[in-house]
């Protein structure tokens, strides 16, 4: 399994995301910030406090919310090339 090893945020809602295994994808979180915990990031000033947990191995928010490593790799929807 891979493992979030940074990510930066580009614009609201996308993340430019590196794997250890060095796979580099631009991600489209939109359509997933749904539901209690997700709420607040669609607010851009939260989303850009995105960061790499080195316990949790995958990019979280300060409120607690996270994508695991294998959604951001596989099943996030990419985002257009910036």
Not at 13 to 38: C, K, M, N, W
Not at 55 to 65: D, E, M, Q
Request: no cysteine.
């Amino acid at each position: 399994m891979e493992i979030v090893t940074k990510v930066r945020v580009l614009r609201p809602y996308i993340l430019r995301v590196t794997f250890s295994d060095g796979t580099v994808r631009d991600v489209d979180v939109e359509s997933e910030l749904y539901g209690e915990v997700f709420e607040p990031l669609k607010d851009p000033r939260v989303f850009a406090k995105a960061r790499v947990d080195k316990t949790l191995r995958t990019v979280i928010w300060p409120n607690g919310a996270d994508f695991s490593p294998e959604f951001l790799y596989r099943g996030a929807k990419s985002a257009a090339a910036v």
